[in-house]
């Protein structure tokens, strides 16, 4: 059977050149988290089986079809083969048994990217339509960015304030979708210093695409340098403080601070504006109508926007004091 | 008092209803008319063309429909005044003004006119005649009982819905082609995505009832399938239907893609509610043809045509019915559901009143894992009933490939939360649903050892049904095999949500469902119509889809890889995906030249075609043994089942079945196939 021979050393061959053109190609990001390490490997485990199975297939294919092609003028019909028990029953066996293994290390993967660390820092994560925020409990801080001390385990537990939203940091590898009326656990253990970003990962709406915001992975000195500052906001100007408030509850995913339309009105230049209804009337931007229409969204509807899209909680989301600082960052930006 | 209105409105409405959809039924079953009753003109002079669209079926229906979702939503606003409510309740009127649209379709048409006869008493003919002075093209736009004319209408419909997905997604791959464009705004992008979607899907499920409708009864020898009323309806319904689906681009469309998760589903725009309206009806379809056929396979084979003797296609076609049968209520239960928050604040899946929305995930996936079964069971039965023409060799292990299509679509049932890796669920269902999922692979894997077994030591030919059968079996093999890192729960979750998904199901699908759509287009036309397909035009649609498609899978799942999100419209410049996206959108717009290029040798053959009236490919099959184009009734009289389906390259040469077998023939007429008896009217 020489033709079988051939092809089991063009199997083995193949098989060598796509595991090897794989490893080559730039395929995953850069492995940062203590979870993505055993991701990886079942990755590469998976990469040699697709290398095997694919090449085992494929050269048999063309092999046939090379090889064993009716040639110009040939008659005759191919080898009357019905089939072999033997070889059905192994080749039932053989890949029933590599799946029972795959699937073993599967789940072995998946213990070990579970593994609890009791001392895990929580952080708290929000998500909504179209922004994510994060609590530090332990630090009484807030941020739209997610600073994260590397090589500590931080326990995410996470909640949506409208529809299904999914975090997730490619380079840490583990996804979690985020549910409303429940939170939703995920644990990493960030093990590369750098800027990474969170990418919501279930289709939540309009700007879903552009949900995204940075992951901060920094040594153990510049996180507590950058908690100190947090903790320090308090004393930072109206405007300032405003500006936090208003990045951490989403305002920014809706209404730009440079001119551009988003959802809603650009901020810039609004105070002080003269703002038109649809039903005709006008009304001047000042401290009194911005902070009642952040309570109120949907009380008249703005010339050229919709109703129904602003959140209407805000009453119980922000304190009297953020409005106020919210609406002295919105004069800042002139 | 607003209570007792409502109490009123419950009761009468649903009567109210009734009563003006059987009063029109009755008037309009009374005007169309079924064919049998025409006269048989003398003249040979037929009515033109735009009389014979005008009068056409298609055309009622579409007419009818128009009327119906007038009265649909006349019916809202009545009830609306009479509860002291105002008047024009958008979402509850286009509702109900769809349902009632589609209704009077399917009345107008002329699709269920005998069932209304019957149910008045009155007799129909068994089979309608064909109206002799109308272009032949014509019964193609009209109802026919025909299972040859279905399948054709089906699968033309099938082509024309691949195209309008296909349009979709040319127009959002170009939104992508580069990084941080703004050619299509985001809430059109995610319309375009999701109908992108479910067009396809409705498009795969009317391609795969066309082909199991128009071969089957073919394969196993009957005159048609075992309901030829219930097959008509079956595919007048997927019309309303897909046009309700494509309406809804025009009603704000809806932003959550083809899943339809709620809470966003339930808070979706208006186009969201024509969505499920449109997924509910083609799911009739697919329900009422699985058990046409599975009636037909199990009841209608000519005697001698034991279950392990029937063409492989059959086998393929029971498992794909099943599943059809029994599964695609789940789709229709959980749309039905959010319809229903949204209508009537029934909190299934809102946490704010008890509900939960991963409840809606676990019904809908129940469906949709195994609804891909059904798109890729036929294909890869016609993969298995062509290799051996071509191959010129038994189909290797014939038993355990026939078996295998059953074990797929058995452990197809028990995997569906792999879908639901990252969603929350039970922590607990992990790890069983990973090791379910991951035993598909071996049924699966006997089908390509037992391909790759058929062409060994084969004396292997070219025409285009094989480059396409090859091409499917090389295309489904990446996307078969991109699936294990999908089912590995640890891997997945970094793989789900992401672009590698979609580079899955795009190989999978086409190489499960559109390569080998084509191959048996390119094989069977000569059947149906006594002409081949150009074999130039063919190649040229095959060498410029096949590695267009490979750069599309592969980009797929190399930006996925490399963490590009599924759905989004842009993406950042970041990810360094800017070429391979490119790639992806180039190869998009060649495949869909390649179609072009199919659709228009489709239409260029029926007249120019090489005329092919005789067996061209040297099959075995039965229906090859008949003259082409098929004629009207199948077969004369039931075929002698004397040898195996696939035992090419026997010595001596041995036949698989004997169209005309002599006075040892099939036995009294009182005992003869049930296909071949007219049944009495009442089927």
Redo the contacts between chains.
Sequence with gaps: MK?FVIVAILVAISTLLVKAGLNV?????VEASAQAV??DR??GV?MW??SF??SL??V??LY??VV???KPG?T?????????TK??VF??IV??VT??V??T???D??K??LAVDPQAMIVKVTARQWSWSFEYPDYNVTSTSLYLPVNKQILLQMQSE???H?F?V?EF?????V????T?ELRVTPTVIGQY?V????????????M?QPVVVQSEADFQAWIAAQQNIANASPADRGKKWAAENGCAACHSVDGSRIVGPTWKGLYGSVVQFEDGTTATADDAYLKAFILNPNAKQVKGYALNIMPANFRDKLTDDQINDIIEYIKSLK | MQLVGIVLAALLGPIVLAAVIAAVMVWLSSQVPSAASLPVPKAAAGPSVEKVILTSALVRGLGAQIVGTVVGIGIVVGIRVMLGLPPFGYEPAAVVGAFVGAIFFIVGTGAVTDWFKWALGEETPEQHEEKTNLPVWAKYINVSLDHKVIGIQYTLTAIVLMGIAGGFAMAFRTQLAQSQLKLIL??MF?TLVGLHGMVMIASILIGVAGLMNYLVPLLVGATDMAFPRLNAFSYWITVPGALILVSSIFLGGF???WTA?P??SA?APLGMQMFFIGVWLVGWSSILGGLNLIVTAVRMRVSGMTPFKMPIFVWSSLATALIMLTATQLIGLSFQMVSFQRLFGMGFFD??KGGN??LFEHLFWFYSHPAVYIFVLPGLGIISELLPVF????L?????VAMSSFGIALVGFLVWAHHMF???MDEYL??PF??ST??V??PT??K??SW??T????????PTPMLFV?GG??VF??GG??G??N?????D??L???YWIVGHFHATMFGGFVFPFFAAVYYWFPKATGRKLSETLGKLHFWLMMPAFWVQSLGQM?VG???M????????P?LGIDTLQLFITIAGFVIFISVLIFVYNLFHSLKHGEVAVGNVWRSRSPEWQLASPVPAHNYDRPFRVIGEPY?????PATVYVDLNPGPLGPEAPSSMPSGMVPAPAGK
Aim: aromatic residues 12%.
């Design positions: 033709h190609a730039r395929l995953l990001p055993p991701i079942l990755f998976h089986l697709i199975l694919f297939i494929v048999f294919m046939s079809i064993f092609r009716r040939e005759g019909e191919g080898k009357h083969v019905e089939g072999n070889l059905e080749w039932t890949p029933l799946v029972l795959v699937a290390m599967g789940a993967a998946l070990q990217t409208d529809v299904i999914g997730w490619p590898r583990v996804k979690q979708d549910l409303p009326g429940t939703k970003k990418r919501c990962s279930v289709l939540c709406g309009t700007s879903h695409a552009l995204e | 985001p809430d995610n932003n959550t893609g998760y809470p966003l808070r946490p704010g929305p991963i191959v010129r060799k038994p290797f292990g014939y038993k355990w990252t969603s929350g992990r790890v990973m090791y991951l035993l692979a071996v894997g006997v390509f050892f790759v077994g062409m060994w030591q084969g004396k292997l030919e070219f090859l079996i090389v093999l990446i095999l991109s294990p890192p089912g590995t729960v640890a891997t979750l970094y789900h949500d992401t190399g890889l490399l963490g999100r599924r759905r989004i419209y842009t993406y950042d970041a035992d090419y390259g026997a010595e």
